[in-house]
């Protein structure tokens, strides 16, 4: 392969198409990188809903057992008053 005399059109050509390919390659880099981000980003968003639904059953459950609690204190209650 030859190589063009410095500051020829050749040369010119090569440096330009040269500089266009790296242009090309650090936009790819840019987009892969935010692709990455919202990916990680989509990730978290879906452990964080997924991490509220379970404290949210918990939430239902401690009131459920709370309000059998409160049921069985009164039942209790009634039963000794007799």
């Known amino acids: 392969r030859m190589i063009p005399a410095k500051g020829s059109l050749a ?19 840019i987009e892969a ?4 981000r919202a990916e990680a980003e989509r990730a978290a968003a879906s452990e964080l809903n997924a991490a509220a ?4 059953d ?4 401690l009131t459920q057992a709370r309000q059998n ?14």
């Open 11 to 29: 040369a010119l050509r090569a440096a330009t198409a040269a500089h266009e390919e790296r242009r090309a390659a650090d936009a790819r880099a």
């Open 33 to 36: 990188a935010a692709l990455a």
């Open 53 to 56: 639904r379970a404290l949210s």
């Open 58 to 61: 918990f939430e239902q459950e």
């Open 69 to 82: 609690f409160t049921l069985r204190v009164a039942v209790c209650d009634t039963l000794q008053l007799d």
